[in-house]
């Protein structure tokens, strides 16, 4: 822990993480998150799945998909920011079992 932060991993055993290039080359978020998860099925692993959302339209994708257990925002403004931090709220309100923590990397 370093100026009040904490540590979310350890390594890159402990979780997958789909950043833009995985989104991208898997044809966008929802197919994106569904290898990940047909991937932890058929290898019968139960680690969490990350997220990296560019915009406020990819955290609506999202939740949209389900089975996230992070969401990182992905060079947003501070205005930018607020505003997805606003939308996931909205979200969680609507769908609180489908993710269990927001982490915010600017």
Known sequence: KIGGGE???MGLFDM???KDNHIDFAG???PAIE???AYLKAKG???PIECEV???????????AGGVDRIMFDNFTPELTRQGYY?????LIKVINK????????
């Open 99 to 106: 993710i269990k923590k927001i982490c915010i990397h600017v």
């Open 28 to 30: 966008g978020i929802r």
């Open 45 to 47: 692993k139960n680690i």
């Open 7 to 9: 540590n979310h991993r």
């Open 16 to 18: 997958i993480l789909l």
């Open 87 to 91: 939308t996931t709220n909205i979200h």
């Open 35 to 37: 290898g990940a998860k």
């Open 54 to 64: 560019r915009s406020l339209e990819d955290i609506d994708e999202v939740f949209a």
